[in-house]
């Protein structure tokens, strides 16, 4: 890698390497972790979990370029680090120096949460490391996100309640899903279905939303949105469908967070967490999210 590849880096470059597109989807974790959890709002723990779980997250996916280098290299050259736009030690030095500020941020509020942070950076390192054709993959990755709700709840409540952990767990079980889904993008096909079943958790646990109007409506978002997903992985209507199908299930995650949120009764979070899915979607246009 010479000097003037790392000269050429831009902004863009670095925005694309963290996929902050996809952002919102973690920001509506935190809320529905805390909300879930009884944490309070109103303090100064909401926003530094917030920042926490942000900087795993766009850490993460610094690591995953900077491990993934080799393969990309034959199987997806415009990435970053292959297209020579940015040193693989840089990336890896971001990445880590992400994840150590986010486990700092999370200490700020409680041994609990940071515990639980550890636990998170450590599933990040993992999965970025041996993901791939590693068949447990999904459900390391599905394990990140449940325990962004743990460390939400942790750090504005201090503890982890069983309602936490189940809707953790629902989350978990959605993103493993989407992950064996987007396993498959660049081969523009999902070779068995079944694995798919994973993203109705999160409505099986929100089936109390029905009970109320809005929280009906709030319920039948994600089911119409995870059922139109499912579609364009089934049919492959169209050249880039998978892709397209990815994207979408990675912004329901919003939308699952606001129906487990409204099965609870929290309408008002609910409606909140529903913004993310048109944000992260809209982002999705400008930065790749994959």
Not at 12 to 19: D, I
Not at 138 to 155: E, F, H, K, T
Request: aromatic share 8%; glycine share 12%; net charge positive.
């Amino acid at each position: 890698m010479t000097m003037g590849a790392v000269e050429r880096m831009s902004p863009a470059t670095l925005l694309r390497l963290g996929r902050i597109s996809n952002l919102p989807t973690v920001w509506t974790n935190v809320l529905a972790g805390a909300v879930l959890g009884g944490g309070d709002l109103r303090s100064w723990r909401p926003g530094v979990v917030l920042l926490a779980m942000s900087l795993f997250y766009v850490g993460g996916m610094y690591l995953n370029d900077y491990f993934d280098r080799a393969i990309d290299a034959r199987e997806r050259p415009e990435r970053p680090i292959p297209a020579g736009v940015i040193a693989p030690g840089a990336v890896a030095t971001i990445g880590f120096g992400l994840l150590g500020t986010g486990l700092l941020a999370a200490a700020a509020t409680g041994w609990s949460a940071a515990a639980l942070a550890a636990l998170l950076g450590a599933a990040v390192i993992a999965y970025d490391l041996h993901h791939k054709n590693n068949p447990w993959a999904p459900a390391v990755m599905g394990a990140c996100r449940a325990l962004v709700y743990c460390a939400a709840a942790a750090a504005t409540s201090g503890g982890v309640s069983l309602l936490v952990v189940a809707a953790g767990a629902a989350m978990g079980a959605y993103v493993a899903g989407l992950t064996y889904a987007a396993r498959q993008e660049s081969l523009d096909k999902v070779g068995n279905l079944w694995p798919l079943v994973l993203l109705a958790a999160p409505m099986v646990l929100a089936l109390g939303a029905v009970q109320h109007g809005i929280g009906a409506a709030i319920y039948l978002l994600p089911v119409a949105a995870t059922a139109f997903a499912i579609y364009l992985l089934a049919r492959r209507p169209g050249a880039g469908a998978v892709s397209r199908a990815v994207g979408l299930l990675i912004a329901t995650i919003s939308l699952a967070d606001a129906a487990m949120l409204a099965g609870f009764g929290a309408i008002g979070p609910a409606l909140v967490a529903v913004i993310g899915f048109p944000v992260t979607l809209t982002a999705q246009r400008y930065i790749a999210g994959t």
